[in-house]
């Protein structure tokens, strides 16, 4: 009730500022706009700051916001809103104590040298301090804040209440299952043990690639609230925008790359685009991957409806398109033909990078605009109403990420050239039993 109030009250003081701000236009003689009136610095201080205040699920809403709208907001806005990504309002010091005690016991304090209480990072779920063990190890140890899983489903509701009572959502579409597996997604978030689980995973799966750092992690300190890692030192991914051309090229060129190794080689991928989530190395060139908090398993299906679609794109077959976007679930084959083939033209928006043989410069395109103003265009035909997977969605947030990234470097990357090593099903990904049979049967043919 307390956080509903909360972002009531929210909306309440938007609205009032909006009211004063059309009254001034008014006054000069002006005919303001909804949009002007609404995408306002001091409307933007008045959401970061209580939804910095809130924490968790309600500020990784305005995370994603910040994020998707950045580009297209004025840049004092962008600004401010992106303070989202990583300042949430910190634990004072007796409450990161109070955590610890209850997840290490009262002498935790022994373990350490003097254990630095400032945070050096502060985002939805947790924040994060630098700690040594007296055995001499150089830790980033994440804590979670309390209550964060108590308010999930709460959150999650009273955000979709607000964009019902906005009119943003019509009452016929059935959100239930989207906001049952964004409260799983986030429940899954705020367990660090199996955050802990991905991050070794992960190691395991990039120890071929050397471009890349993954934090060890440190089990013995870590616990459900707790995640104990090594420390690895670097500067945010996005302060490389002013870094040479080859470099950002490099950059984007790398996260691109891992994006389809995630969902074609390894059926596993960190879903959270948030760009606090990548550092960088100047020095070494090596990228390090922090939050493995939002990773979600893709079933081999998935990959081979992507595989198709992609395929048909690169040939420039639009019927194959639609029977690889049906087989995955982005229509159903009663979606009337218009909203079939707005569909497939946000696809091959979409896939313009992938089908660009040679450096595609994402400073030089409006893509993501156009894939934006498609989507809202389609969104309002009411009579097209259809939610895909699940995983598409995931999927979706992790590659309009990157291609914001790629956008903010203007970044000259050949997409073309890094995925054509997944479209084809290479022999190592057949099944031994499938191996074998088609041994037997090869004699038979000749």
């Known amino acids: 009730m307390s956080r509903l109030a909360r972002l009531g009250s929210l909306a309440t003081g938007v609205a009032g500022s909006m009211l004063m701000e059309g009254a001034r ?3 000069q003689g002006k005919r303001p706009r909804l949009s002007d009136l609404l995408l306002t610095p001091a409307n933007a201080r008045k959401i970061t700051h209580q939804l910095a205040r809130m924490r968790g699920a309600a500020m990784k809403v305005g995370q994603l916001i910040s994020m998707d709208a950045g580009d297209l907001l004025p840049p004092e806005m962008a600004d401010i809103l992106a303070r989202l990504r990583s300042d949430a309002q910190a634990m004072p010091q007796r409450q990161v104590q109070a955590v610890l005690t209850a997840n290490w016991g009262a002498k935790w304090q022994q373990r350490f040298e003097p254990f630095s209480f400032t945070p050096i990072a502060a985002a939805s779920i947790g924040q994060v301090h630098r700690a040594k063990t007296k055995d001499g190890r150089d830790l980033a140890i994440k804590i979670q804040y309390p209550g964060v899983r108590k308010s999930i489903a709460s959150d999650v509701n009273n955000v979709a209440t607000l964009l019902r009572m906005s009119g943003l959502l019509p009452k016929s579409l059935d959100i239930a299952p989207l906001l049952l597996e964004a409260k799983n997604q986030l429940r ?3 367990d660090y043990q199996r955050e802990g689980e991905h991050l070794q995973r992960f190691a395991e799966l990039l120890a071929d690639a050397p471009a890349f750092v993954v934090p ?6 870590t616990t459900k609230n707790v995640l104990a890692m090594s420390f ?3 500067v945010p991914v996005e302060s490389m925008v002013h870094a040479p051309q080859a470099e950002r090229d490099r950059i984007v060129s790398l996260l691109v790359g891992l994006l389809f190794r ?3 080689e390894f059926g596993l991928m ?3 685009p948030n760009f606090a989530n990548y550092r960088y190395d ?5 990228l390090i991957l922090l939050d493995f908090g939002a990773t979600r398993s893709f079933a081999p299906t998935l990959a081979q409806g992507y595989r198709q679609v992609i395929a048909a794109a690169l040939a420039g077959d639009r019927t194959a398109m639609a029977r690889a976007a049906l087989a995955i679930g982005y229509f159903e084959k009663r979606t009337l033909p218009k909203h079939q083939a707005a569909v497939l033209a946000m696809f091959e928006m979409a896939l313009e990078p992938l089908c660009t043989d040679g450096d595609f410069d994402f400073g030089a395109t409006d893509m993501v605009q156009r894939l934006r103003q498609a989507g809202m265009a389609l969104g309002l035909e009411r009579d097209f109403w259809h939610i895909p997977p699940v995983d598409t969605l995931f999927l979706h947030r992790k590659l309009g990420g990157l291609y914001l990234l790629a956008a903010r470097f203007k970044a000259r990357v050949n997409v073309h050239q890094l995925v054509q090593p997944f479209l084809q099903v290479r ?6 039993t499938m191996q074998d049979a088609c041994k037997r049967i090869r004699p038979a043919f000749g």
């Open 262 to 264: 995630e969902l074609f």
């Open 270 to 272: 960190q879903t959270d």
């Open 282 to 286: 100047p020095e070494t060139k090596q």
């Open 232 to 234: 690895v030192d670097g």
């Open 25 to 27: 236009q008014l006054a």
């Open 188 to 190: 899954e978030e705020a």
């Open 427 to 432: 022999r190592s990904s057949i099944p031994d």
């Open 216 to 221: 060890k992690l440190h089990a013995d300190l």
